[in-house]
T-cell receptor, first 114, second 113 residues
Framework: EPEVTQTPSHQVTQMGQEVILRCVPI?????FYWYRQILGQKVEFLVS????????KSEIFDDQFSVERPDGSNFTLKIRSTKLEDSAMYFC????????????FGPGTRLTVL | KQEVTQIPAALSVPEGENLVLNCSFT??????LQWFRQDPGKGLTSLLL?????REQTSGRLNASLDKSSGRSTLYIAASQPGDSATYLC????????????FGTGTRLQVTL
């Protein structure tokens, strides 16, 4: 069964460093998302991406964050200069669109900023 | 701003019991509602999606209902098993062009032998 994959599963970085989190959405899906979950808190929406552009973003998604679909299969989230409060589990999700509305989530990348 | 709340926050039941998890949302202008399961330290597994025009959806031992006007959904789990132990999350998608999900606080379920 097709699934969303994410790499790495765990990333440790120093404060101020840049990180890139990678996702491979389900192959025929058209809509892509990043969410995050700080330990013990709710899952929060960061950004949605469709047709090679951001369609919606939350207040969390400031200038330190960017997303890219560099080729036909990968979807990346870049954090330019990490802060301690960026430590969280980051989930990628994808959706086909139209009448098929379910969002499918990847296993997550645990980001630890020291 | 949409707020999603789940009650109870935690629940422990003996194996074999039927149980109900509750989800409430403040803004009834939703397009659909999705129930997920999350195992500790893992990703989210989609269980059921209910469109706003539907009243319920069933998958195996799971049945989800939706009362959009009152801002409530329930997830019914029949004949619970230890393997059902996990955190259950509900999430709503708003009407309009936005498709982001707003998640609830989750219910942590433990099914004991």
């Amino acid at each position: 069964e097709p699934e969303v994959t994410q790499t790495p599963s765990h990333q440790v970085t120093q404060m101020g460093q840049e990180v890139i989190l990678r996702c491979v959405p389900i192959s025929n899906h058209l809509y892509f998302y990043w969410y995050r979950q700080i330990l013990g808190q709710k899952v929060e929406f960061l950004v949605s991406f469709y047709n090679n552009e951001i369609s919606e973003k939350s207040e969390i998604f400031d200038d330190q964050f960017s997303v890219e679909r560099p080729d036909g299969s990968n979807f990346t989230l870049k954090i330019r200069s990490t802060k301690l409060e960026d430590s969280a589990m980051y989930f990628c999700a994808s959706r086909y669109g139209g009448s098929v509305d379910e969002q499918f989530f990847g296993p997550g990348t645990r980001l630890t900023v020291l | 701003k949409q707020e999603v709340t789940q009650i109870p926050a935690a629940l422990s039941v003996p194996e074999g019991e039927n149980l109900v998890l509750n989800c409430s949302f403040t803004d009834s202008a939703i397009y659909n509602l999705q129930w997920f399961r999350q195992d500790p330290g893992k990703g989210l597994t989609s269980l059921l999606l209910i469109q706003s025009s539907q009243r319920e959806q069933t998958s195996g031992r799971l049945n989800a209902s939706l009362d959009k006007s009152s801002g409530r959904s329930t997830l019914y789990i029949a004949a619970s098993q230890p393997g059902d132990s996990a955190t259950y999350l509900c999430a709503v998608r708003p009407t309009g062009t936005a498709s982001k999900l707003t998640f609830g606080t989750g219910t942590r379920l433990q099914v004991t032998l």
